[in-house]
């Protein structure tokens, strides 16, 4: 079980997360909170890519010192990760594959769509587009836990559905961010409030 | 409508000189500083060697590579308008006008011709001659077509372009022309050739993407600051190297300049690289690539600095000269890693510090 303790972060003079303390006890957590309250800065914190002024993230009650050990264990999609333009769709999948030894989503990657855009650089991508390249690179690293930022967002309706499906199926621990807290709800998500804890 | 599209893409290109200058103004202080003498310099230079291609003083192989420098620059230089030219920051706009693709070709070529300094030097340096005598400066005309050429050819075509490029430079090496005119003749025909040959498109087809390979696509994706630094270091050098033939009592003091040069522009391209690591740094973290990052910015750090060591021990024959050189640039470089905005400051205070070593002396 996930869980971080007085987790605080600045950003200058803006405090965006004040010393938060929050235990991830359900597989499926739905972090929701007003616009700027630091729900991406906390994903990236879990995800090793950011480090907090203070305070903890640990794994099984054990502190996780390493952001190395938090990106190994964890994955993320996020719009706040540039993924640099010149990379094709399958020369990203491919890269993951090769530097995380797993294997291309086939089923999760035709459901999607996406072998029709396999070619384009993932800057000529529509948003949905762009969105579901992010989805299938985090979800194919099949890590202890998944982190997804806004996964609806762009997304249409049949991309809903199979993502729906997709995080139903996941077999590991789900920690996603989103502004829609019904939408997650009705999918079996704990619902987290920042605000609450601000 | 054609016209109505002509005067579209004119506007457009002022405008976009217009928003640069206004961007420029912005930064005056930092741009007069670190840019301003530079700029003009290179020019001057750039103008002093069409001067002496003028005057059919080199041999043919160093009108050629002075030729390749010339050309060399007014590629950087249109590589740093292409934006303007272009109108990118527009380009959905412009595209949505629907217009014929020759009309856009025909606009970018005509933009990049016409606005170009290289071309205009040239030119400005065949209208001081007397039109009685262009007849024996038939090889500055040649060279004008072929700066023509190279302009049009980098929006249609860089590979080729900077194919052509170095094909001069190898032709340069060889010396097979008895005169320049026949070079540059053999050079025009060769790109012309080239432009019409299609190149076969390759479509490589791979299921494998190892993290060496993706490095390879970045560098190659971000290679135009690095080109940059590269060819104007190499250009200020050649020049230096010139001016030291023509007068060398001045060699040292040629020599300090050029090499205080050289350390701000690598200093710059240090921090150049820093905005591109944070630019992607969540992506390296993500992939654990960040170290890989590092090892091509200390490559670049370890090679600028052997270089400059081993040009100051050269020139002033005094490994001293060099390991103090080496030092001052170790120094530019970790203020610009780590507080890029006194780069500027530590460079005019090395600056000040050679000079007076240079008295001391």
Known sequence: MLSIRNLSKNYGQQMVLPGLSIEFADSRTCIVGANGSGKTTLLFILAGLLKSDSGNVLWQEKILANSKVMTSMTAIASDGISIPGFLTVKKLLLLTESLWQVKIPEKLVLEFGLDAHFNKKVNQLSAGNLKKTQLVNAFMRNPEVLLLDEPNTSLDEHSCEVLWRAMREYPGSIIAASNEPALFTQAGFAIQDLTDDH | ?361
Request: aromatic share 14%; glycine share 4%.
């Open chain 2, 1 to 361: 409508m054609i016209t109505s599209y002509i005067g579209y893409r004119g506007q457009l290109f002022l405008y976009e000189i217009k928003h640069w200058l206004s961007q420029l103004s912005g930064m005056a202080l930092c741009l007069v500083c670190l840019l301003g003498p530079a700029i003009p310099v290179l020019f001057y230079l750039a103008l002093l060697g069409l001067g002496m291609l003028l005057e059919q003083e080199m041999e043919v192989s160093q009108a050629l590579l002075f030729m390749v420098c010339l050309l060399l620059f007014q590629t950087v230089i249109l590589d740093l308008c292409k934006d303007a030219i272009k109108g990118l920051r527009f380009q959905q706009f412009t595209d949505s006008l629907t217009v014929k693709s020759w009309l856009v070709r025909s606009c970018d070529c005509f933009l990049a011709t016409v606005f170009n300094p290289m071309v205009l030097l040239n030119v400005l340096v065949i209208s001081s001659v007397s039109t009685a005598y262009w007849s024996q400066i038939d090889h500055m005309m040649l060279f004008l077509v072929l700066q023509i050429l190279v302009s049009v050819a980098i929006f249609l075509s860089p590979l080729k372009t900077y194919l052509l490029i170095t094909l001069t430079f190898l032709l340069s090496l060889v010396q097979i022309a008895a005169s320049v005119e026949i070079a540059l003749l053999a050079i025009l025909m060769l790109g012309v050739v080239l432009f019409l040959i299609p190149f076969p498109k390759l479509a490589l087809q791979f299921n494998h993407y190892p993290a060496w390979f993706f490095w390879l696509d970045f560098w190659w994706a971000n290679i135009r600051m690095p080109m940059l630094v590269l060819t104007v270091s190499v250009i200020s050098l050649l020049i230096a190297f010139g001016f030291v033939q023509q007068r060398p009592d001045l060699a040292n003091t040629i020599f300090l300049v050029a090499g205080q040069f050289l350390v701000l522009l690598v200093s710059g391209l240090q921090v150049e690289l820093n905005k591109l690591m944070q630019n992607n740094l969540a992506f390296f973290k993500l992939y654990q690539e960040v170290a890989g990052f590092c090892v091509v910015k200390d490559l670049v750090l370890a090679i600028a600095g052997l270089f400059v060591f081993v040009l100051f021990s050269y020139v002033s024959s005094s490994m001293l000269s060099g390991a103090m050189h080496f030092i001052i640039l170790m120094c530019c470089f970790l203020v610009a890693r780590q507080r890029p905005t006194y780069l500027l400051l530590t460079w005019l205070l090395s600056c000040v510090f050679v000079v007076l070593l240079q008295y001391v002396n």
